[in-house]
């Protein structure tokens, strides 16, 4: 049983380009979150998708957005890219009925 | 106030010795409790979750929740140098925000022979 994979592993963008990030949950999990993680920080919460839908979401500019498609896989993308945008991008994929497991992270450099 | 404050690190404790680690929430409607290790330039790995007062042991973890005073720790008994890692502290206030978990900023805990 595969976890939740993520990719790419690592990317490099300039300021002002637009990037996406994707994300394969575990099987049998409906529910995919986004955090952003910054050097030294915990997690920050971006949103969740639930039916294809945003159920929450955090305290982060509208330049962030995302998508869940019907087999629960999810999409992440940042648009005009800032130096501050640079982290690591955990998802995290569960379900009602279990806890919340990560994949392995998106490590994003803008330079 | 932060939301989640977990005890300033570094940690450093001997091999074979108890690691205490904790945390204060500041939502009293919160719900369920996670505690995450995350080594160095991984993702957190979930090792323990709680959602009633009182102890929960695992293996050689154990969590303990207090929610009359927003308080909860997690205790490593025969710490092992693979112990050494960050550990996160998360909440899930639950209801309307089921599944958004808010972090602490994590402990750093060193395990030395």
């Known amino acids: 049983d595969a976890g939740v994979t993520q990719s790419p592993t690592h990317l490099i963008k300039t300021r002002g380009q637009q990037v996406t990030l994707r994300c394969s949950p575990k099987?049998?999990?409906?529910?995919v979150s986004w955090y952003q993680q910054a050097l030294g920080q915990g997690p920050q919460f971006i949103f969740q998708?639930?039916?294809?839908?945003?159920?929450q979401r955090g305290n982060f500019p509208d330049r962030f957005s995302g998508h869940q498609f019907p087999n629960y896989s999810s999409e992440l993308n940042v648009n005009a890219l800032l130096l501050g945008d640079s982290a690591l991008y955990l998802c995290a994929s569960s379900s009602r009925a279990h806890e919340a497991f990560f994949g392995q992270g998106t490590r994003l450099t803008v330079v | 106030q932060k939301e989640v404050e977990q005890n300033s690190g570094p940690l450093s404790v001997p091999e074979g010795a108890i690691a205490s680690l904790n945390c204060t929430y500041s939502d009293r409607g919160s719900q369920s409790f996670f505690w995450y290790r995350q080594y160095s330039g991984k993702s957190p790995e979930l090792i323990m979750f709680?959602?009633?007062?009182g102890d929960k042991e695992d293996g050689r973890f154990t969590a303990q929740l207090n929610k009359a005073s927003q308080y909860v720790s997690l205790l490593i008994r025969d710490s092992q140098p693979s112990d050494s890692a960050t550990y996160l502290c998360?909440?899930?206030?639950?209801?309307?925000?089921?599944?958004?978990?808010?972090f602490g900023q994590g402990t750093i805990l060193t395990v030395h022979p």
């Open positions: 998360a909440v899930n206030a639950g209801g309307t925000s089921y599944g958004k978990l808010t």
């Open positions: 709680i959602y009633s007062n």
């Open positions: 998708y639930y039916e294809e839908e945003e159920r």
């Open positions: 099987s049998g999990h409906d529910t």
